[in-house]
Every structure is written in structure tokens, then in C-alpha cells.
């Protein structure tokens, strides 16, 4: 199966998603590149939900020869797609291949690092803009990061999503790595999301970074270090 219950998440394990995970993890992966792999790797994981959590339904078609009976993805319209900057982005630009038709929202959410972690192992987090559109009970939300450390962004994401909204046919939290720890925060703080992920990693360091993980997604996309 493409998708895997893995206890507290979901695992990716398409072939093409593990071996373009892999060359995003390589240090030798310059930004182009790496950015390519986070859009290619969005575009992946986009038609997994489709083929793992959404519907189809027959329809009657008109072929150059004769009527016949097809298929079709019920739903594509009711998608909201929520880019949690800035290592989101060329992630999302992936989904947005196989969901080209996705509400988008955006959040901007970063832990403060210099504050260190608190006694549970999260961090404080600053959230600097909130737009989001309209969210209903027939919708399929995906919340995009690649990266799920320690919960701490992610847990305060879900708070704006889902906070004076009906709850959404399907809540997703899809990234590229995660943490156990991560997974458990967050599987405890939102049960009705469920995890999806190409990767669950080893730990988090001292630092609360993803071990092996790939790196600052965001600055290896960016070049901005």
C-alpha cells in the first residue's frame, strides 16, 4: 500500500517519494535542485491523498465512438491547502500540480530558538500573519511543512485552522520528515488531524532538529545560509 498506518501517523512509502526524499536529504543537493525535489515531492504526495482518502464516482461519458461509464475523484474542488512559510512553499507549489483547483491559506509561524526549549521539549512560538480562507464541513484541509520537529509550530498552526471553524471532512498534516516527538505532540494536542509523512526520522538533538533529517528545509530552498 502507498499509505502505511504507521501508529501515530501515516507513511508515505511510494517509491518515487522515497527516492526523491532521499536525494533531498544528500548535503551535495544545491537549492535548485532541492527546491525542484520539494515541488516534486508536493506533487507525490498529492496524488497519494487523492488515491488514499478521497472518494470517486461513476459518471456517463461521451467517447468519439459510443457512451461509456468512467470514473472521476469526488471532491477536488472542496480543498484547502494551508502553506506554512517559508519552507511550505515550493511543497505546496507541488500539491497545487495535483490539486490545482485548492483554497489557499497561509500562515506564518516560526519557533523562537534563542528562547530554547521549554521543560516539555517544545518551543515558543511567534506567529507573524494568519490568512485563511473559508473552511467547511466538505472540505479536505492539508496543513503543508516539511518538517515536523517537535510539534511546536505545527500544534499552533492547527489552533488557527481549526479555531471558528466546523470541523473538515478530512484534516491532513502532510510533511516530507518527522519526529516521534513531534508525531506524539501533535497526535495528542489534534487527534482528528491525521499525520501523513514520507519519513518518520530517528530523534531530535539537543537543538530540536530532526536526526538524520535534511537539514533547514527553508534555508536549503532559499539559500539563505
Known amino acids: ?16 517519494a522515497k527516492d526523491t526524499l532521499s536525494r533531498l536529504r544528500d548535503v551535495e543537493t544545491e537549492q535548485v535542485s532541492f527546491r525542484k525535489g520539494l515541488v516534486k515531492l508536493g506533487r507525490i504526495c498529492g496524488y497519494e491523498i487523492i488515491d488514499g482518502r478521497m472518494e470517486t464516482e461513476y459518471v456517463e461519458i461521451d ?56 521543560e516539555d521539549g517544545s518551543f515558543p512560538i511567534t506567529v507573524d500573519y494568519v490568512k485563511l480562507p ?24 492547527l489552533e488557527h485552522v481549526i479555531e471558528n471553524s466546523p470541523e473538515p471532512e478530512h484534516l491532513i498534516v502532510l510533511s516530507a520528515v518527522s519526529a516521534p516527538e513531534g508525531l506524539l505532540r501533535v497526535s495528542e494536542e489534534v487527534p482528528e488531524a491525521d499525520l501523513l509523512t514520507v519519513s518518520i526520522d530517528d530523534r531530535l538533538d539537543d537543538d530540536g532538529f530532526i536526526v538524520p533529517g535534511l537539514g533547514d528545509a527553508g534555508d536549503r530552498a532559499f539559500r539563505t545560509t
Open 1 to 16: 500500500m502507498p499509505i502505511e498506518d504507521r501508529d501515530n501517523a501515516y507513511l508515505v512509502t511510494h517509491a518515487l
Open 134 to 157: 473559508e473552511i467547511t464541513e466538505d472540505d479536505t484541509v492539508i496543513v503543508a511543512d516539511p518538517m515536523l520537529a517537535t510539534g511546536s509550530t505545527m500544534g499552533t498552526v
Open 63 to 118: 467517447t468519439p465512438l459510443e457512451e461509456t461509464m468512467g470514473e472521476r475523484v469526488k471532491g477536488l474542488d472542496d480543498v484547502v491547502i494551508i502553506n506554512v512559510l517559508r519552507a511550505a512553499t515550493p511543497f505546496v507549489e507541488g500539491l497545487l500540480k495535483a490539486f490545482p483547483r485548492a483554497r489557499q491559506g497561509v500562515i506564518s509561524a516560526s519557533r523562537d530558538e534563542e528562547a530554547g526549549r521549554d
